[in-house]
């Protein structure tokens, strides 16, 4: 099992910035990928951004050149950084582990954090 703990969100006026974090505890294998995901009221629920234990990185079109993932893989966290925030970026935010264990995928959600972008 892993468990998430996902900290940083909170309301900031457009054009702000905020950092999220999540550090993953408990059975880490490796390779894995860290990552976030957003889900908005009445939407579903999207990729943000994700990074391997390699450091290969993935991006939502809406949010590249203004969020910038990271990982400190001795701490098992991940950061989003997150610049420039629209009120489009309002949404709860939940962070995800997943690794691969020959064909079966082992995925791991946080509990989600509130990031309100004010206009």
Known sequence: QVQLVESGGGLVQAGGSLRLSCAASG??????TM???RQAPGKQRELVAAITTGGSTNYA??????FTISRDN???TVYLQMNSLKSEDTAVYYCNFYYDLGLSRNAYWGQGT???VSS
């Open 35 to 37: 990552g976030w995901y």
């Open 114 to 116: 509130q990031v309100t």
């Open 61 to 66: 079109d809406s949010v590249k050149g203004r």
């Open 27 to 32: 059975l880490i294998f490796r390779p894995n």
């Open 74 to 76: 001795a701490k098992n």
